[in-house]
């Protein structure tokens, strides 16, 4: 049995678990909203970067036009980062993943094994 003592000091607990919780959840969407406005930043950079490139090179206008479509898509992909916040993200890929979970499990496994394959380098 506990004592009226012993139950306002788990309540005590319980709330500090609480608040630090709460604390650490805070921190981390921080630092993803950190790092999201970094993605952004490069992909916009990446594409200035290509078209640059395709500019300067001596390509052809068939080279340069793929240089600037994907430019475009690395824009896209950034205005995209940039209007939404991190937990809208995250309630997209939810949605996302119930509709289609075959095709989430498929794409899951080629960015694992793509990220294997760039982390283990040339050993």
Do not use: C, H
């Not at 003592?5 to 788990?10: I, K, P, R, S």
């Not at 993803?32 to 993605?39: L, M, S, Y």
């Not at 950034?78 to 939810?94: C, P």
């Amino acid at each position: 049995m506990t004592t009226n003592g012993q139950a306002d000091n788990m309540q005590d607990v319980a709330e500090d678990l609480q608040r630090e919780l709460r604390e650490l959840q805070r921190q981390l969407r921080g630092r993803a909203n950190d790092v999201r406005k970094e993605v952004v930043k490069q992909l916009y950079t990446g594409a200035d970067a290509i078209r640059k490139e395709a500019r300067q090179s001596d390509a052809g206008d068939e080279a340069k036009r793929s240089a600037d479509e994907i430019a475009r898509g690395l824009e896209k992909a950034a205005s995209y980062l940039n209007s939404r916040s991190v937990e809208n993200m995250g309630e997209e890929a939810v949605r996302v993943v119930k509709r289609n979970p075959m095709r989430a499990v498929i794409i899951a496994f080629v960015i694992g094994l793509l990220m294997g394959i760039m982390m283990r380098g040339d050993k």
